[in-house]
């Protein structure tokens, strides 16, 4: 039988390509869970993965449970693919799904502790990150946008979040710059 006489194994077949094309949303998940498995930060990017927060918290500790003790950089956990890294107090976690290029993923993974680490000065530990959560959230923002790899290279994440070495985490300058601008917008307006 061909596979236009057996509507079955058209369809079987029309589902596997399907399942197998080239995407740009690559990236299911982004979270980061403390030495415990507590949740720090998360990001969900497929709406149907895992819609509630119970499910996602569940997922999280499965995955936890599973890695935290492991000597790996992947896993492989309810179908999906999983990269990870730890770092004194802190798990960060990328999701793919089971086809997902694990390189690519690894590239994402490697971007956010690089960019993160730039961040706080080389000090990637719990109170410094939720010291910072928004700035987190901002590098995250740069790296993907809606699942859709925007960026792996640290320094460029770095530049566009607007931090510098030097200054402190979102800078007083850039704080004082934007209260001068809006002084002036309003000495401006009592002028007109």
């Known amino acids: 039988m061909t596979a236009q006489s ?7 077949s029309t589902m596997d390509s399907a399942a ?10 982004v979270f980061i869970t403390d030495n415990d498995g507590n949740r720090l930060l998360s990001k969900y990017f497929d709406p149907e993965l ?10 999280e500790k499965n995955v936890f449970d599973k890695t935290h003790k492991a000597d790996n950089e992947i896993a492989f956990v309810e179908g999906m693919t999983i990269v990870y890294k730890s770092s004194i107090d802190l798990f960060f976690y990328v999701v793919g799904s089971a086809q997902e290029n694990e ?3 690894m590239a ?4 956010l ?3 993160l680490s730039q961040m706080l000065r080389k000090n990637v530990e719990k109170r410094t990150l939720l010291d910072n959560m928004d700035g987190v959230f901002l590098v995250v923002d740069e790296i993907i946008d ?6 792996s290279d640290p320094q460029q994440v770095i530049e566009k979040v607007n931090y510098r070495a030097d200054d402190n985490p979102l800078s007083e300058q850039s704080v004082a710059q934007v209260l001068q601008s809006a002084k002036e917008q309003i000495k401006w307006s009592i002028l007109k």
């Open 6 to 12: 057996c509507p079955r194994q058209h369809c079987a």
């Open 20 to 29: 197998l094309e080239p995407s740009l949303y690559t990236v299911k998940a």
């Open 50 to 59: 895992y819609p509630s927060m119970k499910e996602q918290k569940n997922f």
């Open 103 to 105: 390189l690519m993923l």
């Open 108 to 111: 994402v993974l490697n971007c």
């Open 113 to 115: 502790f690089e960019s």
């Open 146 to 151: 809606g699942g859709v790899i925007l960026e």
